[in-house]
């Protein structure tokens, strides 16, 4: 964007050009001016006294009496520069010129009181001859002096031509201002009406529609800071759109998971109220059945409940500095005769030293606890399961790892979102589909993140979060 025109040089950049053009028109009428006035005004014809005027074939044809009205003569000359022949009253000069003499009759100065010209012609016999015109210089400057009635008649013509010359200055000033003036608003006003037309569209909840300008430098950033707004809208738009999908499908889950079980009770309590259940032991299965039943609604319910307090942006939580260390050999503890029962093998990598981190027990156990536990429910007899704890320079890492049966390929972007479960297919495994769901959002309000790594059979979660209070 940096080598874009600014408005300011843009603006400068026209008014140079318009001030060219304005110029070069002023100039071009001048000529135009010029060229009307020597047209239009009447020209002389001094012919009648100039040599080249009066060359004829003949002599005789020679026309004096112009000459003699100023007082004036010609002389014919020969090939030798002989005058053999005047017309008119010759007042001085010799009888013949040498080159000489006769360019001095041509300098014009204050001794030379004759205006003087000279024009070669052959005659019909094809002599070489020479006519050569005398003037007085005090009636030529009397004799063709322009009248009053010619002087006034030059006035209008003057002024006709600069009033013709006005009326074309003011039309190409007018097509000038035009064409500049046109050319600078598109410049302005396109790019203005593109801004409008896409403010409008985002007013109108098209947040996917973008600028593309090809205008000055100011412009060009609002057009960048334009469409970076609509990315966030448009970004935001998504999220809300996902969101709100999300809370339907967790809705259709929500109630799905509560029919099967509500289902369950009401059939076994209706039996037993009936008295269709008369054998002791098969009461008391009913009986262990509607609790489990119903221990598993109010496990959801509690899940639901937590979930949604920590999606809250506003939910605080509070964390105490402790040995991290300590805790997770602790977890181990607690976990180690499950997986014995099951036979899964369970390996423990826990630091000797004390690893300090801010962190809430609570939740965290509960966080740590739904990885172990979904490893633990859908992982076959002789699962590797693994409890790690990395310390980093300044962020401490727990991993749970197993290599069971591993997570589809399908559901592994979705499987932190409620209600997905590993096997979409196990609906009454006794589990909520919303552990990792709540194990994400432990690890988000720690500052920190949980992760999935898939390699080489190997599942692998990850809760990396700072040891430092308020970093991430």
Not at 297 to 321: N, Q, R
Not at 366 to 387: C, E, F, H
């Amino acid at each position: 964007m940096n080598h874009k025109l600014k408005l300011s040089g843009m603006l400068l950049r026209n008014y140079i050009l318009f001030s060219l053009t304005v110029s070069v028109s002023v100039f071009m009428l001048l000529l135009f001016f010029v060229m009307r006035t020597n047209e239009w005004l009447p020209a002389k014809d001094t012919s009648m006294w100039q040599a080249s005027g009066m060359v004829q074939g003949n002599t005789a044809h020679i026309n004096e009496n112009a000459i003699k009205d100023l007082h004036g003569w010609v002389e014919i000359l020969d090939e030798r520069l002989r005058v053999i022949e005047v017309k008119g009253l010759k007042q001085a000069g010799d009888t013949s010129y040498t080159e000489h003499s006769l360019n001095m009759l041509f300098y014009d100065t204050p001794e030379n009181p004759y205006y003087n010209s000279i024009a070669p012609y052959r005659t019909d016999e094809g002599a070489q001859r020479y006519v050569l015109v005398r003037l007085p210089k005090r009636n030529v400057q009397i004799d063709i002096a322009l009248d009053e009635e010619t002087s006034k008649s030059n006035q209008v013509i003057f002024w006709g031509a600069l009033a013709e010359t006005g009326v074309l200055f003011l039309v190409l000033l007018g097509i000038s201002v035009f064409i500049y003036s046109h050319q600078t608003a598109a410049r302005l006003t396109s790019p203005l009406s593109k801004i409008a037309a896409g403010i409008r569209n985002i007013t109108g909840g098209r947040y996917y529609d973008r600028l593309h300008l090809e205008s000055n430098y100011e412009l060009a950033q609002v057009q960048e800071s334009f469409n970076a707004m609509a990315e966030k809208l448009d970004q935001a738009e998504r999220e809300n759109r996902l969101l709100a999908e999300s809370k339907q499908r967790m809705l259709v889950d929500i109630s799905h998971d509560l029919k099967t079980p509500i289902t369950t009770i009401q059939g076994y309590a209706k039996a037993l109220q009936l008295g269709m259940i008369e054998e002791e032991p098969k009461r008391h299965r009913a009986i262990t059945l509607i609790h489990d039943k119903a221990q598993h609604v109010a496990e959801l319910i509690d899940d639901v409940f937590e979930l949604s307090k920590l999606e809250s942006p506003d939910y605080p939580i509070d964390t105490e500095v402790g040995d991290v260390a300590e805790f997770m050999r602790e977890m181990a503890v607690d976990y180690y005769d499950q997986f014995e029962e099951k036979r899964l093998r369970f390996e423990c990598e826990i630091p000797p030293q004390e690893v300090v981190a801010p962190f809430n027990r609570k939740l965290m156990y509960r966080a740590i606890s739904n990885l172990l536990t979904n490893a633990l429910k859908y992982n076959p007899s002789g699962t590797l399961v693994q409890l790690v704890l990395v310390d980093c320079h300044d962020t401490v890492r727990i991993e749970v790892a197993d290599n069971g049966v591993g997570i589809p390929d399908h559901l592994r972007e979705r499987v932190f979102e409620a209600f997905v479960r590993g096997d979409e297919a196990r609906r009454s495994d006794g589990g909520t589909g919303l552990g990792l769901s709540i194990a994400n959002q432990i690890a988000a309000k720690h500052g920190g993140q949980l992760a999935l790594d898939v390699l080489e059979g190997w599942t692998r979660f990850e809760i990396t979060f700072p040891k430092c209070i308020g970093s991430s």
